[in-house]
């Protein structure tokens, strides 16, 4: 199994992307595609993650600007960025909890290399 992230860059302050994760190999289910980052000097924080009851939780410092979503029948969870900030910069990652076996399903979390995310002011 493995999760790969996609899309980052440099940007402009203000500026926008869309980051992408695929998950591939001998996936039977997936849940809880999420992603987080990393600032340099920093500890990884999480930046948004779906809930049990249907919803996203969203890092405060970004609320109101990333959206996650996903498209299930391409193992595929993307984090949509606007209005970015200098102090978003890092390494995205995306992480996911995945079950390669027929029921009883047992779920590991795998996690993507990462994609940089620069944003100059």
């Known amino acids: 199994v493995q999760l790969q992230a996609s899309g980052g860059g440099l940007v402009q302050a203000g500026g926008s992307l869309r980051l992408s994760c695929v998950a591939s190999g001998s996936i039977v289910s997936i849940n809880d595609m999420n992603w987080s980052r990393q600032a340099p000097g920093k500890q990884r924080e999480a930046v948004a993650a779906p809930t049990s009851g249907g919803s996203t939780n969203y890092a405060d410092s970004v609320k109101g600007r990333f959206t996650i979503s996903r498209d299930s029948a391409k193992n595929t969870v993307y984090l949509q960025m606007n209005s970015l900030k200098p102090e978003d910069t890092a390494v995205y990652y995306c992480?996911?909890?995945?079950?390669?076996?027929?029921?009883?399903?047992?779920?590991?979390?795998?996690w993507g290399k990462g994609t940089q995310v620069t944003v100059s002011s």
């Open positions: 992480s996911a909890l995945i079950s390669t076996n027929a029921p009883p399903r047992v779920y590991n979390r795998y």
